[in-house]
């Protein structure tokens, strides 16, 4: 199975500054599709996971352009900028390329 | 508004067997691949499960670790997504949720408790 590692596992932000989570594959996400199927979701507490990103980069509806995902190949990055209050939660990855889909261990976001 | 529902969680003793459902709406189970994802707190989420969309046969795939006691199945009459869970141990004790393999639509989840 693809082993995905987030890094920081805990993240203490400051209300109004930026925050960044990496998540690396143990191997190479773009299938031979030529899509790379990399999404990030968020969880808040007591909430089932909500994606906000799919393919790396795309976000879902209504998610606010505060949430940016980028990055290839195996290194991937998802950027919180003006974080709010209301984005206190758990931050997963998961890679769809190969089944079974796998998720990173999330990285909980906190306010400082 | 589109929602997954799911039911049949519960406490159940090691070696029993317990079946999930995940009952659709406004949204047609059949045409989309769906699977069920669990999370614990010592392993974090974790597929369990994913049936393909009627259109692309509806093969269903379990991955190694529950191969040979988790079932998934789905009623298109129903619009129902089901999760047969047989021999469960200690371990299978999780939250459950049904969702689109894409991930785009979660359910509320179901705990299911596994303990004597």
């Known amino acids: 199975d693809v082993v995905m590692t987030q890094s920081p596992l805990s993240l203490p932000v400051t209300l109004g500054q930026s925050a960044s989570i990496s998540c690396r594959s143990s191997?190479?996400?773009?299938?031979?599709?030529?899509?790379?199927?990399l999404s990030w979701f968020q969880q808040r507490p007591g909430q089932s996971p909500r994606r906000l990103i799919s393919?790396?980069?795309n976000r879902d509806s209504g998610v606010p352009d505060r949430f940016s995902g980028s990055g290839s190949g195996t290194d991937f990055t998802l950027k919180i900028s003006r974080v709010e209050a209301a984005d206190v939660g758990v931050y997963y990855c998961?890679?769809?390329?190969?089944?079974?889909?796998?998720f990173g261990q999330g990285t909980k976001l906190e306010i400082k | 508004e589109v929602q997954l529902v799911e039911s049949g969680g519960g406490l159940v003793k090691p070696g029993g067997s317990l079946r999930l459902s995940c009952a659709a709406s406004?949204?047609?189970?059949?045409?989309?691949?769906t699977g069920w994802v669990r999370q614990t707190p010592g392993k974090g989420l974790e597929w369990v499960g994913r049936?393909?969309?009627?259109?692309?046969?509806?093969?269903?795939e379990i991955p190694a670790p529950v191969k040979d006691r988790f079932t998934i199945s789905r009623d298109d009459l129903k619009n129902t997504l089901y999760l047969q869970m047989n021999s469960l141990e200690t371990e299978d004790t999780a939250v459950y949720y049904c969702?689109?393999?894409?991930?785009?639509?979660w359910g509320q989840g179901t705990l299911v408790t596994v303990s004597s």
């Open positions: 049936i393909k969309a009627k259109s692309d046969g509806g093969a269903t």
């Open positions: 393919k790396v980069s």
């Open positions: 406004r949204f047609i189970l059949s045409d989309a691949w």
């Open positions: 969702a689109t393999t894409g991930g785009g639509l």
């Open positions: 191997q190479s996400l773009v299938r031979s599709d030529g899509n790379t199927y």
């Open positions: 998961m890679q769809g390329t190969q089944w079974p889909a796998t």
